[in-house]
């Protein structure tokens, strides 16, 4: 339940560089934002693995390679949007050498011209992205080529730290089916309650499970920014 928010790196890694070989950073309902990084990984840079559950990368920015993250990472009901590159090299997300992916959303920014650039991609099924750079189609209920603008403003949803709900109506709502989505609450801390309760009609795509009257803003100011915290990394090796 951390936000790591407007960092600056003159190299890698805007908001977190683990630099120890085979390093792991687990993040958990938190939220990376408003990151830059000189060189790779606008929020994230890690010589080894991330594990994101239920997390929200947003609006990084890295010199190069890795908008959001550059390093192997796991991905959870988790939202990757909106980062981008100084430069038309690498990619705007996630610059990784192995992805591994489920029900989670990777889309939008500037710069490179892809939205990832991985070695080796795996999906696990109900994953949405703007490309197929991500290695997305593949799996079961994936969309490869997706909208850019599924989710709203950065904001609280109701939840200790900000996020991005999806947009009402869109690709990302009750997209992932009861039976898989019920399997996966037990890694889904934050939103265990609701993604179980919303099992029956399924759950959604990314960090934030849409409810019933919940305002998503698209334009309008995002709620009172959030006082960014001290956040240790959990880290082997």
């Keep these: 339940d951390s ?3 407007s960092n600056q790196a003159e190299d890698s890694g805007g908001a977190v560089a683990l630099t120890g070989p085979g390093s792991t950073l687990k993040l958990e309902r938190s939220v990376i934002s ?5 060189a790779s990984g606008g929020g994230v840079w890690v010589i080894g693995n991330l594990d994101a559950i239920n997390a929200t990368i947003t609006d990084n920015l890295a010199g190069t390679n890795g908008g959001a993250v550059a390093t192997a990472i796991s991905l959870t009901f988790s939202t990757v949007v909106d980062n981008s590159t100084a430069t038309a090299r690498g990619a705007r997300q996630l610059g990784a050498g192995e992805l591994t992916s489920f029900a989670s959303y990777v ?3 500037s710069g490179a011209p892809s ?3 991985v070695e080796r991609a795996t999906s696990d099924g109900y994953n949405v992205g703007d490309d197929s750079s991500c290695g997305f189609g593949p799996g079961l209920g994936d969309v490869a080529n997706g909208p850019r603008n599924a989710v709203g403003l950065l904001d609280y949803y109701g939840r200790p730290i900000p996020a991005r709900a999806p947009v009402p ?3 990302l709502v009750d997209r992932v089916p009861s039976r898989a989505c019920l399997a996966r609450t037990t890694v889904d801390g934050q939103r265990r309650s609701r ?11 990314g960090a934030v499970e849409l409810t019933d009257g919940l305002d998503v803003p698209l334009t309008a ?3 009172p920014g ?3 915290v001290p956040a240790e990394a959990r880290y082997t090796g």
């Design 221 to 223: 100011v995002a709620g």
């Design 3 to 5: 936000m790591l928010t």
């Design 115 to 117: 939205s990832c650039s």
């Design 169 to 171: 109506g869109s690709v």
């Design 34 to 38: 408003g990151n830059t990084a000189g």
């Design 195 to 205: 993604r179980a309760a919303a099992a029956g009609a399924g759950c959604d795509v």
């Design 226 to 228: 959030a006082t960014p």
């Design 107 to 109: 889309a939008g920014g």
